[in-house]
């Protein structure tokens, strides 16, 4: 019963040229990343954003703050994620993608 379950999962997941463990730290990280979005970048939106930053962000990053999913945020989580903020990828990816959902309402 439980392989029913778990089958079509693990049948998407391979068809993903992702690693499993990979969207796994991501969605974590994410939720990090959407609650400080909020807080520091208020009336932007926030999942757009926080997939903008999470792509622009490294594999060290990306794990530092899904452990950080676990325990909170910290003060070195905010650092993280405005410090990617300011990249000219995440800035150009944030305005490309969020910039006509701003205008539009």
């Given at each position: 019963m439980i392989?029913?379950?778990i089958l079509p999962l693990m049948l998407l997941l391979?068809?993903?040229d992702a690693n499993p463990v990979d969207i796994v730290a991501r969605e974590a990280a994410k939720s990090v990343v959407r609650p400080i979005v909020q807080e520091k970048l208020p009336g932007v939106p926030p999942d757009l954003v926080t997939e903008c930053l999470i792509d622009n962000m490294s594999a060290g990053e990306i794990s530092t703050l899904a452990q950080e999913a676990a325990t909170g945020i910290s003060p070195r989580s905010t650092e993280i994620v405005v410090a990617t903020a300011?990249?000219?990828?995440?800035i150009n990816c944030i305005t490309r993608e969020?910039?006509?959902l701003i205008l539009n309402g």
């Open positions: 392989l029913r379950a391979a068809a993903c300011q990249r000219p990828e995440a969020g910039l006509p």
